[in-house]
């Protein structure tokens, strides 16, 4: 092969690829989907209420600011799309609205260390790209949606310190990447289901504080990247199986 039609390839690839990018930026840049994040976030915001200054979220509005822009929220660079909110510690109080389940690019929901209450929304399984969870430490009640169980991507689950009641899904099963479960002070009930064992990333398990009854499943013992397991406080019974 001569180097000149190399270099002739290289060229045309070259070309290509400006055309390529001058047809998709104009394109990008009022991609109706960062307006339905936009909107998203705003419906989100709506329902909270922030509880002491410094009011974080005063960026979040409806003008023409980009929402990439606002206190708590990352954008893929460049697609534009919301990829990750982190309002860890905000002082929000309020519920979280189905609306944030419009967020179709996000990969990480960090929303610990608030106020808020109510149920997780079952729209929540929408969230098909979440890789990281984070809502401990607030006052969300409810079950845990069965839907939570389409978030197949989920690496990180942590709603420790919730009123979150009801049993563990054996739904979560499905999460087959899941390296970090938390659920551990909340007001979970029944017993510890054998198929969490199918879990075979976890490397973190804390269902500890809870009402769990029955026996330790001796199942578990197949978790074998599981470096923590608390259980304290239930009310199990019966030997820790020797599989353990
Ligand atoms: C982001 O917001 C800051 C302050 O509100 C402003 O100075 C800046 O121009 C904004 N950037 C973009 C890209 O909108
Ligand atoms: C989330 O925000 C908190 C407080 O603003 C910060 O300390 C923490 O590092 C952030 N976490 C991530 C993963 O960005
Ligand atoms: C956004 O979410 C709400 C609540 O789940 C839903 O009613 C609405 O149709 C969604 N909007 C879009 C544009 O997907
Ligand atoms: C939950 O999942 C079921 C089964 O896939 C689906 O039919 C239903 O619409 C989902 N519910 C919500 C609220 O997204
Ligand atoms: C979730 O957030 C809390 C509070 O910031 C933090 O201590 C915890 O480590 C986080 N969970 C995970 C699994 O990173
Ligand atoms: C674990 O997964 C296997 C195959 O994926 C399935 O056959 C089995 O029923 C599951 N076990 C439990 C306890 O869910």
New binding site residues.
Partial sequence: MSSSFFHTKIFSFLVALLHLKCLLLPVESTSPSLITDKEALISFKSQLKELEPPTLLS?WSNSN??P??WTGVTCNEFRQRVIALNLSGFGLEGTISPHITNLSFLGSLQLQNNKLRGNLPPQIGNLFRLTVMNLSSNSLEGEIPLNISKLTELQVLDLMSNKISGTIPEELNHLSKLQVLNLGRNRLLGEISASLSNLSSLTYLNLGTNSLSGRIPGDLGRLGNLKVLDLTINNLFGTVPSSI
């Fill in positions: 960026s600011s980009s990439c822009n």
